[in-house]
């Protein structure tokens, strides 16, 4: 249970981001939103999360995850609305795929700021108010690609395996206190950000988009189906409950078997 806890989850107007935002909220924290979106898209992901709460629409900050100013904004405002930030998860991010020489030096930039560094502007405003609490929990999602490459993916494993670095130096950091600080490396999951990878496939390869999804695009996902969001969600959330306080510095595969190749 996640009673009496706050939680701050970023990117969570869609995909694994609102999945995490649903459990905890259903498991009983105060849940603020963060993400983009058609204006309805938002409003129904508030009203969705606000019913796992008990009624009334969620939180919801608007920050830009590429803007350190707006993320350590929207810190505060976690504090300040929900009157802590007990729980932060880092889980906004982009993904764009090119050769390394046709990469877009603007696409690098975009999401070393929104995959990686976001995470830690987010960390150092949040852990202050975790202290003084003497409790907290980050959980920043990172990837498969997080612990190992893939071609044409430079800006994003480049970011993940930041992602992975940085949570080592929080949990070392915290490690003294009941604070944790863990990454999750999820494989392919059913979301928007996975989905739009699998049609450019099948055009390049000339097959069905069933073909790319199982023969390209889970190539190194030995189960070879989608991971579902509510599967990344159950472990986000287990991380933030009783009994995990002896797991820190982690970086837990949620993959298929990806890693064990
Ligand atoms: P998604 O596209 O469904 O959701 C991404 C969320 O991030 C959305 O809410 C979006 O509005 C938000 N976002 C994007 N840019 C932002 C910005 N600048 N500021 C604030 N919010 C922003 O994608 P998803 O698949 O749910 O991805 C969530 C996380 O999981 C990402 O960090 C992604 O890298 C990671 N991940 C995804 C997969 C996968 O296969 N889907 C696999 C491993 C890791």
Known sequence: TLAGRAALVTGSTSGIGLAIALMMAGAGARVMLNGFGRPEEIAAARAKVGAAMGGGEAPYSAADMAKPDEVRAMVADCARTLGACDILVNNAGIQFVSPVEDFPPEKWDAIIAVNMSSNFHAIR?????MRARNWGRIVNI?????????????AYVAAKHGV????K???LEVARTPITC??????????????????????KHGVSEERALTDYLLEKQPSKRWIEPEEVASLATWLCGPGSGGVNGAALSVDGGWLAA
Do not use: D, M, W, Y
């Open 125 to 129: 405003a949040a852990l202050p108010g």
């Open 182 to 203: 863990n990454a999750i490396c999820p494989g392919f999951v059913r979301t928007p950000l996975a989905e739009a990878q699998v049609k450019p496939l099948a055009e």
């Open 164 to 167: 992975v670095g940085l949570t």
């Open 169 to 171: 130096v929080v949990a």
């Open 142 to 154: 990172a990837s498969a690609h997080g612990l190992v490459a893939s071609p044409f993916k430079i």
